[in-house]
């Protein structure tokens, strides 16, 4: 069964515990998932898959074949579909038709968009205040003189124009741009491992951003 990598927002429960997070890979069979301290094999979890172009998510039960925690490249889970709706499989067998037409590269589930928000990251190393010139729903690329490594783990604190407090996510880097060639030095972070508020603020954040 054909599969694409594919980076969308995630949520998903197990053993009472909600977590967003995003995808890695997607199939009509099961989905691979980004997450730090993913649940363990055989673990059933239900999920809310933020599929492109849809205006709620689809929903699907899972249970974890395969998991991995430690280093942050590999950390996640793969989880089978064992309920999902028919519609919703065939809507999946024709987005990953479409993705494997389109555009070599890009994974991402969702469009970038220009911003200048003021961003607080954290690695093992430091915390850095910085500002972040893109967004999209799964992910943030920071301006950084000194980018940390790819595969880093980092929390990442923004400043919406729009609220007080700033939202917190994990992350991992999973680009890193040095400054050559007159490029803007930074990483790109997709968002992993957050809570339910980080998700339904980054969501109206973004639907300001589409509106304009």
């Known amino acids: 069964m054909p599969s694409t990598n594919f980076v969308f927002p995630v949520r998903y429960v197990s053993e009472g515990v909600a977590v967003q997070t995003t995808s890695r890979e997607l199939s009509a069979l099961g989905i691979a998932v980004r997450s730090l301290a993913p649940p363990q094999v055989g673990a059933r979890v239900s999920m809310a898959l933020y599929l492109p ?10 249970r974890v074949a395969r998991a991995k925690a430690g280093a942050p490249r590999e950390a996640g889970f793969w989880a089978d579909f064992i309920v999902v ?24 589930g969702f469009p970038r ?15 850095v205040l910085e500002h972040a ?19 880093t783990a980092v929390q ?9 407090a700033p ?9 890193r741009q040095l400054a050559v060639g007159g490029k803007q030095p930074g990483v790109g972070v997709q968002f992993v491992d957050s809570g339910d508020d980080f998700r339904d ?6 639907g300001t951003l589409i509106k304009d």
């Open 113 to 127: 968009h220009p911003v200048t928000l003021g961003v607080r990251f954290r690695s093992a190393r430091d915390f």
């Open 85 to 108: 709706d028919p519609q919703a499989r065939m809507r999946i067998s024709h987005l990953i038709s479409d993705r494997d037409q389109a555009e070599e590269g890009n994974h991402r």
């Open 156 to 164: 990442v604190e923004i400043q919406l124009p729009d609220e007080v």
């Open 201 to 206: 603020r980054i969501d109206r954040y973004m």
């Open 133 to 151: 010139t893109n967004i999209s729903r799964g992910g943030i690329f920071i301006q950084t003189d000194d980018p940390p490594p790819l595969d």
């Open 53 to 62: 172009n849809t205006a709620v998510p689809e929903v699907a039960i899972g």
């Open 167 to 175: 939202v917190t996510t994990n992350g991992v880097v999973v680009h």
